[in-house]
């Protein structure tokens, strides 16, 4: 079992930043990837960007540039550094982890509103 704990999103106005984070805490040696998503109302929930526990990192080409992921040296924590938003990076953000084998497992989420 993994358990992934959402913190960091709010209010921002246009060009802000914001930094989210998420710590997993559990079975954390089972975890092979570790990633962000974001859903807002109406939508599906989309990729926004993952990390690997052997290292490499994918972003969606919408936030390339903007976006950076990390881990801690412990790798049971991920952040989001979230450059240069835009209205439509308005969304429920979720922590997601893959483990090697099995199931999924999926934050709360936390809200990211980006308006003047």
């Known amino acids: 079992q993994v358990h992934l704990v959402e913190s960091g999103g709010g209010l921002v106005q246009p060009g802000g930043t914001l930094i989210l984070s998420c710590t997993a805490s559990?079975?954390?040696?089972?975890?092979?990837?570790m990633a962000w998503y974001r859903q807002s109302p109406g939508n599906q929930r989309d990729l926004v960007a993952r990390?690997?526990?052997?290292?490499?990192?994918d972003y969606v080409d919408s936030v390339k540039g903007r976006f950076t992921i990390s881990r801690n040296e412990g790798k049971n924590t991920i952040y989001l550094h979230m450059g240069s938003l835009k209205p439509e990076d308005t969304a429920m953000y979720y922590c997601?982890?893959?483990?090697?084998?099995?199931?999924?497992?999926w934050g709360e989420g936390t809200q990211v509103t980006v308006s003047s």
């Open positions: 559990g079975n954390v040696d089972e975890i092979g990837i």
């Open positions: 990390i690997f526990a052997r290292g490499g990192i």
């Open positions: 997601h982890a893959e483990p090697y084998s099995g199931a999924a497992y």
